[in-house]
Each structure stands twice: as C-alpha cells, then as structure tokens.
C-alpha cells in the first residue's frame, strides 16, 4: 500500500523518535510492502524546522544528510502540481485551522488517492472531503 507521511511523522521517522509512533502506524512503517511518499511541502517545512534549531540528532549535521536519509529510507518526494493545486483550490478550509501548508498537504494526498499518516487532530477535519486518514496517536 502507498502512504504519504506528514512533516511530524517524517521528523519522527528520521529521528528513529519510535516514542512517538504509535504501534498501529510502526506496523506500517516496518511493512516492506508498503511504499511512502513526502509532499514537497513537508521537505520545505523539514528544512525550515531543522534550519530554525527546531530539529537535532546525532545522525543529520545538515539539510544534505536529511535528503540522504529521505533517499536511504526510499521515501519519495512528491511535487506538487496542477492537480493538487486545483484539489486544495476547492478544499473548504475547517473553521481554525490556519495553516495553508497544511491544507496543500491534504488536498495532495486526496488528489492522489494516498492515505496520509498524521499526528496532526486537524486532518482528522478533512475526512468527509476525502482525506484517508491514519491517525498517529503519540
């Protein structure tokens, strides 16, 4: 099955932070059947929050050595494109959810028809427009 991972469960993945993954979505990670993919958004905010101090570990001295572990863990960036800006053009926003990163993110995922693994309860909002959700209970 192919699953696109939000930025909160990508910095967990990368981290090996698996006190943060729940045991559902850890069984998935480890299923290697399974193919997972990344919004170029995600990459964007994955490099804001490491450049912002918000992200360290032993394993990334840099934004390169997180494009290598991304490419080592064979998860695939995806672009976004017409379609997913069209999808997120028509995306009715959820009352206090603020955050247009977000939004690209779920209308990318509903574009491709690809469940998308989150920590984040405002996905949850997104269900009833399509939205496969795996929730990340941490």
């Known amino acids: 099955m192919r699953y696109y991972l939000d930025t909160n469960v990508l910095i967990f993945v990368l981290m ?3 006190e943060n993954i729940s045991d ?6 480890v299923d290697y059947a399974n193919r ?13 929050a ?3 101090g918000n992200i360290r570990d032993a394993f990334h001295k840099s934004t390169k050595d997180l494009f290598e572990s991304i490419k080592t863990l064979d998860i695939e ?8 800006l069209l999808n997120y053009a028509a995306l009715e ?6 955050d247009p990163n977000d939004h690209v993110i779920i209308a990318q995922a509903i574009s491709d028809k690809i469940p998308m693994i ?3 309860r405002q996905f949850k909002k997104y269900i009833d427009q399509g939205l496969e959700l ?3 209970r941490r």
Not at 93 to 98: A, E, F, S
């Open 77 to 84: 960036i995806v672009p976004v494109n017409r379609k997913h």
């Open 50 to 52: 490491y450049k912002a």
């Open 24 to 29: 559902d979505v850890q069984q998935i990670l």
């Open 16 to 18: 090996q932070d698996d």
């Open 93 to 98: 926003i959820v009352h206090g959810h603020k």
């Open 118 to 120: 989150s920590s984040d």
């Open 134 to 136: 795996v929730f990340n």
């Open 36 to 48: 997972f993919y990344v919004s170029t958004i995600v990459v964007q905010e994955l490099i804001h």
